[in-house]
């Protein structure tokens, strides 16, 4: 008698609500300033810890890619969880920088990247019929944490201290993601769709690790993934100081605009992801580009509350979106026998913006006495880079697939 199949949704339910626990991490710049009023840190110095925690997440992905691949996701989520949940614990008996950068940026990094590498894996395998708008959720997840934790943790860290939310909350995300993990499990076969194959060749069918990697194709996507992805953290990196330093927001309605920020984050990642589905994906990223760009720009100038709020929403649905496609882009093009390790590697793009983003912010900021515009034309400039890039792979990728529709 056959096993009968869980429920898919609830796997994905499972996994979007762990990932919204992981995302906590984007509500770092509510943490920030606080910080740094206790302890005198730099703001270079501080924000490394956000740069360090997002920068082990790849590394960890890669490093338990394999395990989930062939072990399955469960035991992977549970630990990941497990140790996420303790280094934010332990971030709250902080006295030093190397403290922080151990318990928050390196405990923090790996824990979310192992949980996070299967919750978004694992539906990608469910929804063969729906990636985008599967990987677009649970990504959507991962970029709902500061909606709800950024209010959250400035309303404790009023009440009660820094240090002491950072124990609250600490516990609180590993009771929810050890109990969410109990349904994290992958399917036991999951067919690839005809659309998958039609977009990729019969490799999609899956592309090992290695076999990914000496492919051309990898490199310029994951360069666009990069490219994609500075915008994004280099605002929610720095986007509490930005608020109250640039516009003169209160440190109150600043984690408002972090919020804000996220949940325009969190809709990218839903709405890019489904019309990916629709318009394809290399169009979507195109468009993506080009507002993350514009907004970029805009930025530079926004001296009231509305410009602000405009521009930095602009290039958070981008972000999101980004973050939502690329899960999807990965099983398209090398399939999902290999996903966890395959996304795991790709993910390094998102580990290497989140040091280049919220860097050049910092040092921009640092050598101008204050001012972030020079980081954001930079990053405007980029984005040119990204749409050119694309344009270039989509033009590629049509030439190669006419030259396959002739020979058959």
């Known amino acids: 008698m056959m096993k009968k199949e869980p429920n898919r949704w609830l796997i994905l339910i499972a996994c979007v609500l762990i990932n ?69 614990f332990l971030t709250g008996f902080t006295q030093s920088l190397t403290t922080l950068y151990l318990t928050y940026g390196v405990m923090g990094g790996i824990g979310i990247g192992m949980a996070y590498g299967c919750t978004v894996a694992t539906p990608v395998k469910w929804f063969p019929d729906q990636r985008g708008l599967a990987g677009g959720l649970t990504a959507a997840g991962f970029g709902s944490g500061a909606i709800v934790f950024a209010p959250l943790a400035s309303f404790l860290i009023e009440k009660s201290g820094v240090l002491t ?24 076969r999951a067919p690839e769709t005809a ?39 280099m605002i929610i990196g720095h986007a509490s100081p930005i608020a109250q330093e640039q516009i003169g927001l209160s440190p109150a309605v600043a984690a408002i605009s972090v919020s804000i ?16 589905d629709r318009i394809g994906r290399y169009e979507a ?17 926004a001296s009231g509350f509305g410009m602000f709020i405009i521009a930095v929403c602009g290039v958070a649905l981008s972000f999101g979106g980004f973050m939502g496609i690329f899960p999807s882009i990965t099983a398209d093009n ?31 900021k640092q050598a101008s006495g204050g001012a972030y515009g020079q980081a954001f034309l930079i990053a405007a400039g980029m984005s040119i880079i990204g749409v050119l890039l694309t344009l270039y792979t989509y033009m590629k990728l049509k030439k190669t697939k006419n030259l396959v529709t002739k020979q058959a």
């Open 20 to 88: 919204l626990c992981l995302g906590a991490g984007y509500a770092w710049s509510v943490f920030q300033k606080p910080l740094i009023d206790i302890f005198g840190w730099s703001t270079a110095e501080a924000s490394l810890a956000f740069t360090l925690s997002f920068g082990m997440v790849p590394l960890a992905m890669i490093a338990c890619g394999k395990i989930q691949d062939t072990r399955g996701p469960k035991l992977v989520t549970l630990a990941g969880g497990i140790i996420f949940g303790l280094g934010m």
């Open 261 to 276: 920020i996220g949940l325009a984050n969190t809709l990218g990642r839903i709405v890019w992801g489904a019309v990916s």
């Open 195 to 233: 659309a998958a194959v039609t977009a990729a060749g019969p490799a999609a069918e899956g592309h090992t690790t290695g076999e990914m990697l000496r492919t051309g194709k990898f490199y310029i996507l994951w360069l666009m993934y990069i490219i994609g992805c500075v915008s994004g953290l």
């Open 285 to 301: 990223l195109v468009m993506m580009f080009i507002v993350a760009g514009i907004c970029m720009f805009l930025l530079q100038t």
């Open 165 to 188: 939310t950072f124990r609250t909350l600490g516990i609180f995300y590993l009771v929810v993601i050890v109990l969410c993990s109990l349904l994290v499990t992958a399917p036991q």
């Open 334 to 364: 090398f399939g999902t026998k290999s996903m966890g390790t395959n996304y795991g590697v790709m993910f390094t793009a998102f580990g290497l913006a989140a040091i280049i983003g919220p860097q050049i912010a910092a040092a921009v």
